[in-house]
Every structure is written in C-alpha cells, then in structure tokens.
C-alpha cells in the first residue's frame, strides 16, 4: 500500500461517533440529570410496590362487608395485572440506564430518547390505572357509608356520582402530567439542552 492509498483510507475513516473533547464535556454534563432521573424512577419503584401492597389491604383497613370482598379481590387481580406489566417495562427502563454510558453524541441521543419513550409509557400506565382507582372509590363509598346503595338508586346521586369522577379523570390526567413533567420531564429538558448546545458546534 503507497501513501496515496493510505490518505484514501484516512479521509474515508468515518468520524461520526468521533467526540471531540470539548464536546465530551458537554456530553458528560448530561449525567446530573440522569442521575437525578434513576434516582426518581428507583423511589417511585418502590412507592408503587407498597402502594399495591397495601390497596391489597384496603377491605380489611376499611373494614367491607362480606359480600364486597370478592369482588374487590376480582378487581384487585386486574389491578395488579396491569400494574405489574408497567412496573415491569418500567424496571427494564432503569436497568438500562444504570448501563448506559454518556460518552458518544449517539449514546446522549438514544438515551435521550429513551427516556422521552418511557415518561410516555408512564403517562399511560397512570391513566390504565385511572378507571381501577374510580371503581375502588366508587366500590368504598358503596360499602362504607350508610346509604351507599342510593348513589346509584337515586338519580340526583347519580348525576353526582358522574360529576365526580369526570372531575376526578380529568384531576388525575392534570396530576399525572405534572407529576411526569416535575420528576422526569424537566431532566429530559436538561438532556435536550446539552443535545441542542452540541448540534450548534
């Protein structure tokens, strides 16, 4: 091979996972927020366990009649259904960030990315678990209080009763986008920054 072929080889060396030092650095910056994002995604892992554990419990804590258990424990099954699969992707997620390494454009990138996919796949698992949380209210109010039966009897209840958990759904979608936007969407916000900084050099 002469010099000619060997300056071909050079110029045609692709270069595009290639980070230049300043570029580095900016790369790097993005660890803090995902730092932060693994930190949130690890303690809410362990809210929502406990918080199927002990809504497991909630028959006995509230103190149901015979009758609704059954159907509460039905209700419960789906619950915990759902939620494992969610919980599931959602660990899977975790365990892929403690492995990424923040050292190329491409890696901030599909990292990036991936984060932006999974507060999605929060979103939906918060409104997947909406309708279970009304049916339990719903199913709590009916056993526990002493004319529970006439919310669904009466229609001036009933219309109440509708009202509520409209205004409870759309509660719970404002909350769950705050809660998504407060704990990982600002962190995603950072990572897009640094992207944004890079693409400009």
């Known amino acids: ?43 809410e892992f362990i809210y929502q366990i406990v918080s199927i554990v002990l809504i497991g419990f909630a028959p006995y804590l509230n103190r149901f009649p015979e009758q609704a258990i059954i159907p509460f424990y039905l209700l419960f099954s789906l619950f915990v259904a ?43 698992f918060g409104f997947a678990l909406t309708p279970f949380m009304i049916l339990f209210l719903v199913g709590v109010l009916y056993f526990t209080l002493p004319n529970g039966a006439t919310l669904f009897t009466d229609s001036a209840n009933s219309i109440v009763l509708f009202v509520s958990v409209l205004f409870s759904m759309l509660f719970m979608g404002v909350a769950l986008e705050w809660w998504v936007h407060y704990y990982y969407g600002k962190y995603a916000k950072e990572i897009r920054t640094v992207l944004d900084e890079l693409k400009e050099e």
């Open 1 to 43: 091979m002469d010099f000619n072929d060997i300056q071909s080889a050079w110029n045609n060396e692709n270069t595009n996972n290639v980070v230049v030092p300043t570029q580095l650095e900016k790369v790097q910056q993005a660890n803090t927020p995902l730092d932060k994002i693994k930190k949130n995604l690890k303690n």
């Open 82 to 124: 759902v939620s494992a699969y969610y919980l599931i992707k959602l660990f899977l997620f975790y365990k892929r960030l403690n492995k990424t390494a923040l050292n190329t454009k491409d890696n901030l990138y599909e990292t990036y990315f991936d984060i932006r996919l999974n507060m999605e796949l929060y979103k939906t």
